[in-house]
């Protein structure tokens, strides 16, 4: 089983305890190609079984050591299936994994009650890069190392990416289209960046819950008072959303995984999708200049909006994958075209 590492490294995982289905997890160790940040973020790991032996080409470490190197928490030997079930049932819980010689269960049954939750937490500030930076590294292949970055010359268009936690391959499929990218930090005001004079800017994912980051909201009404090419994804989807106006409700269960089904409304065909998210935003608070896109197809929950007076668009899921499928992709297209299309206008 891969994808372990993509996931342990998300920053939307943050403040969170992860448990995977998959029995068999630590197969093919770790290295640091397969990073979507720079430090795991989960809290903690709960698996069925970690496997002796890490066997692949690429692997530079054992899950175990990667772990410890990190001072990350894990437990192994868990029913996961049973677990699952449960979650299933009764939606996310507080959790807590101790160790030691002499592990407190009354203590650590304490700090879960103790845990107060997602709802009204702003994670972004706490994830996001501490300085802006570029970023030019398209996506790598099995075949060799990760790619060299690109020459400013073969990225034509100039956008701007918000980090509210964002994960390395949103970046490497926008450079692999054409954008050299200034990756800003999530409380950069609108004025900053609309002086760097983008071809568009893009809002990335993220942890915890969207309404309380006022500073983000903000700044995209501003953005959606110019021209200017705006793509969300997932915490980003959620405040474009609440910038035009919706809201967004916390979730029982959330979306976690790689098999989501969606239905892309616009062009009537089914997408399977990557999600990890707790926030939705609220279809019936939508206003009249959104329009819904797409819908996820195991609850019905809104996945996809687009203004219909802004070239400002959004999406629920992770159409970067990484791990996962990648019928999402064209999405990241769809922001080229507007791009395009705003260039060819301010001209």
């Not at 928490?73 to 002499?102: F, H, P």
């Not at 790619?147 to 450079?175: Q, T, W």
């Not at 616009?266 to 959104?290: K, R």
């Given at each position: 089983m891969t994808g372990y590492q993509e996931i342990l490294t998300d920053p939307s995982y943050s403040r969170q305890i992860v448990t995977l289905t998959y029995p068999h997890i630590g197969n093919v160790g770790t290295n640091a190609a397969d990073e979507e940040s720079s430090q795991v973020h989960a809290q903690g790991l709960v698996i069925r079984d970690l496997p002796l032996i890490a066997s692949n080409f690429r692997n530079t470490e054992d899950l175990s050591s990667?772990?410890?190197?990190?001072?990350?928490?894990?437990?192994?030997?868990?029913?996961?299936?049973?677990?699952?079930?449960?979650?299933?049932?009764?939606?996310?819980?507080?959790?807590?994994?101790?160790?030691?010689?002499?592990?407190?269960?009354q203590l650590a049954l304490e700090k879960a009650k103790a845990f107060p939750g997602l709802n009204g937490m702003d994670l972004a500030k706490e994830v996001t890069t501490a300085e802006t930076y570029s970023w030019t590294q398209g996506s790598w292949t099995l075949a060799g190392d990760l790619?060299?970055?690109?020459?400013?010359?073969?990225?034509?268009?100039?956008?701007?990416?918000?980090?509210?936690?964002?994960?390395?391959?949103?970046?490497?499929?926008?450079?692999?289209?054409?954008?050299?990218?200034?990756v800003v930090p999530a409380k950069t005001s609108a004025e900053e960046v609309l002086k760097m004079n983008p071809d568009g800017i893009f809002l990335s994912n993220g942890p915890g819950d969207p309404a309380p980051c006022d500073y983000a909201i903000a700044a995209i009404e501003k953005f959606l008072e110019t021209d200017i090419p705006v793509f969300g994804i997932c915490l980003g989807h959620q405040l474009l959303?609440?910038?035009?106006?919706?809201?967004?409700?916390?979730?029982?269960?959330?979306?976690?995984?790689?098999?989501?089904?969606?239905?892309?409304?616009?062009?009537?065909?089914?997408?399977?999708?990557?999600?990890?998210?707790?926030?939705?935003?609220?279809?019936?608070?939508?206003?009249?200049?959104?329009?819904?896109?797409?819908?996820?197809?195991?609850?019905?929950?809104?996945?996809?909006?687009?203004?219909?007076?802004?070239?400002?668009?959004?999406?629920?899921?992770?159409?970067?994958?990484?791990?996962?499928?990648?019928?999402?992709?064209?999405?990241?297209?769809?922001?080229?075209?507007?791009?395009?299309?705003?260039r060819q206008s301010a001209k």
């Open positions: 990667y772990l410890k190197r990190h001072n990350i928490v894990a437990i192994a030997d868990i029913d996961t299936r049973k677990l699952t079930r449960l979650l299933r049932e009764k939606g996310a819980q507080n959790g807590c994994i101790i160790a030691g010689d002499s592990p407190d269960a790619p060299e970055a690109k020459a400013e010359s073969e990225l034509p268009f100039h956008v701007v990416a918000y980090d509210f936690g964002a994960k390395r391959n949103i970046l490497r499929m926008l450079v692999d289209r054409g954008c050299r990218l200034t959303a609440l910038a035009s106006g919706a809201k967004t409700v916390k979730m029982k269960f959330g979306h976690h995984g790689g098999n989501h089904p969606v239905k892309d409304i616009d062009n009537n065909v089914v997408m399977i999708t990557a999600q990890n998210h707790g926030f939705a935003v609220d279809e019936a608070s939508m206003p009249a200049h959104l329009r819904v896109t797409h819908k996820s197809l195991f609850d019905g929950t809104l996945q996809g909006i687009h203004r219909t007076d802004k070239p400002a668009f959004s999406f629920q899921g992770h159409p970067e994958a990484s791990p996962g499928p990648h019928d999402a992709a064209p999405l990241f297209d769809h922001f080229i075209e507007l791009i395009e299309q705003y």
